[in-house]
């Protein structure tokens, strides 16, 4: 019985695969950048996850970090968060400052 030899990649062919795979990846990529741009909320909107670009999910809306309160929305406060899943490039888990909502205190 006759054995057929395999054919090999010549290094144009890897080439290529190598370029039409890269090609693949950058594409999901952007596309999922574009999803989240355009489907992503802002600043203050609500949220279960998904903010725009910049932006992340804190309790239930989207906000983005800080360093004082300057950099927040007029009554919104800059306070530490502790973030445990990133979705973001941005933002590494751990503790973060982040632009929080006024607490609203139905005891008073």
């Known amino acids: 019985m006759e054995q057929k030899?395999?054919?090999?990649?010549?290094s144009k062919d890897i080439k290529l695969?190598?370029?039409?795979?890269?090609?693949?990846?950058?594409?999901?990529?952007?596309?999922?950048?574009?999803y989240r741009?355009?489907?992503?909320?802002?600043m203050n909107a609500k949220c279960s996850g998904m903010c725009n670009i910049g932006y992340t999910c804190v309790s239930g809306y989207c906000t983005h970090k800080c360093k004082t309160d300057a950099d927040c929305p007029e009554g919104w406060e800059c306070g530490k968060v502790q973030v445990v899943k990133t979705f973001g490039v941005d933002i590494k888990a751990g503790k973060v400052d982040m632009c929080l909502r006024p607490f609203i205190d139905f005891n008073r």
């Open 37 to 42: 741009y355009f489907a992503g909320g802002k």
């Open 17 to 34: 695969i190598l370029a039409v795979v890269g090609g693949l990846l950058l594409v999901i990529g952007g596309g999922v950048l574009a």
């Open 5 to 10: 030899q395999q054919p090999k990649l010549s």
